[in-house]
C-alpha cells in the first residue's frame, strides 16, 4: 500500500515545480507539419500527457514499448509511476503552471494521438518524462 500512497503523491508534482536541466530527444524531430518557417503557432494551453519514471531503465523500457507501436496511453498505464489509471493525462495545462523543463519540452512538440504519437524525453527533478501533447490552443 506505501507504493499507492507514493504514486498518488506525485499526481501533481509536475505541476509549479521548478529547476532540473533538459535533456530531451525528439521523436521524427526533423519531420512533422510545422510549416515552411519550422516553428508551431503559438499558444497558451496545452493537452499534454506524459509519462513519468523514477529510473532511466524504466523510461527506456516505455519508450522501447511505444517504438514497437504501442498506444501511448497503455505504455502510460503500464509504465508511469504518476497518473497511471489516466494514461497519463494530465489535461489542459496553461503556460506557467509546469515545471519549466516539462513546460518548454512540451510547447515545443507538436500536437499528435496515442496511436501515433510524436513525443519527446526530459529530465527534471521528478524523474523522467516522456511527453506528448494531443492538443494547443
Known sequence: MAGKDK?????????GASNSKYKGKGKDADKGDKGDSGKLKAANSLNVRHILCEKHSRKEDAVTKLKEGVKFDEVAKDFSEDKARQGGSLGWKTRGSLDPTFEKAAYDLEPSTTANP???????????????????K
Open 7 to 15: 504514486t498518488s503523491n506525485k499526481k501533481n508534482q509536475v505541476e
Open 118 to 136: 510524436k513525443y519527446v524525453e526530459v529530465k527534471t527533478g521528478f524523474g523522467y518524462h516522456i511527453i506528448m501533447v494531443e492538443g494547443r
